[in-house]
């Protein structure tokens, strides 16, 4: 149980389009979900916090209306990336906490997509 | 948050324990010590997590030093799909109690230690 299904897993595009990325728990819901961002030999950075229902907190340096985060409904948050230039390039992950455990539980996370930007 | 510190690297042989340390002096006393892993070219995957005792499961031990001050993640046979990076994250329980929503439960991850287990 507990799965977190993320797609696309790998997505090439051209610079100055726009990509989403879908994160979806499959078998719980999810009223915070929270994307991260890998770059090549380096841990995990918190981009930012999307709620369901409500604005996603971004983390600082992070800018809101590059990233666009919508998180519609208790199993689904995109995040779309916009005008994505090669810099942008990275590993995205996304992760949930389910709706109907305790605070401290622990959070499940997607097998992340590849964005590589031409 | 409270930080921890982890050893860049470690190696291991398939099938003996591994032993990862973690150094977390300045934890306070509601911080939960939770542990990750990731595969290559994978999410990160939930190990295991305490407060004060030790605590088993299906994959891993996780011994916490009286003093909190410190934790080890054992790993009681190693094998080849062990290997990955491996998290030691302190999550903060008030702050996850209340803070309102916004981006309470969130994990910092630091750089971790990176897992070699040789066949």
């Known amino acids: 149980g507990a799965v977190v299904s993320q797609h696309p897993s790998r997505v090439i595009c051209k610079s100055g389009t726009s990509v989403k990325i879908e994160c979806r728990s499959l078998d719980f819901q999810a009223t915070t979900m929270f994307w991260y961002r890998q770059f090549p030999k380096q841990s995990l950075m918190l981009m930012a916090t999307?709620?369901?229902?409500?604005?996603?907190?971004?983390e600082q340096g992070v800018e809101k209306d590059k990233f666009l985060i919508n998180h519609a409904s208790l199993t689904l948050s995109t995040l779309t990336v916009t005008s994505a230039h090669p810099e942008d390039s990275s590993f995205y992950i996304c992760s949930a906490r389910n709706l109907g455990t305790s605070y401290n539980s622990p959070l499940h996370f997607g097998n992340g997509t590849r964005l590589t930007v031409t | 948050d409270a930080k921890t510190t982890q050893p860049n690297s470690m190696e291991s042989n398939e099938e003996e324990p591994v032993h990862l340390p973690c150094n977390h002096s300045t934890i306070s006393g509601t911080d939960y010590i939770h542990w990750y892993r990731q595969l290559p070219s994978q999410g990160p995957e939930y190990v295991i997590h305490g407060l004060t005792s030790n605590v088993n499961n299906r994959m891993a031990s996780l011994a916490i030093a009286e003093d909190r001050k410190s934790s080890t993640l054992i790993l009681h046979r190693a094998t080849l799909r062990d290997a990955a990076v491996y998290y030691c994250?302190?999550?903060?329980?008030?702050?996850?109690?209340?803070?309102?929503?916004?981006?309470?439960?969130?994990?910092?991850f630091g750089q971790g230690t990176i897992l070699t287990v040789h066949p």
């Open positions: 994250i302190l999550r903060d329980s008030q702050n996850l109690k209340n803070a309102g929503g916004t981006s309470y439960g969130k994990l910092t």
């Open positions: 999307s709620n369901e229902g409500s604005k996603a907190t971004y």
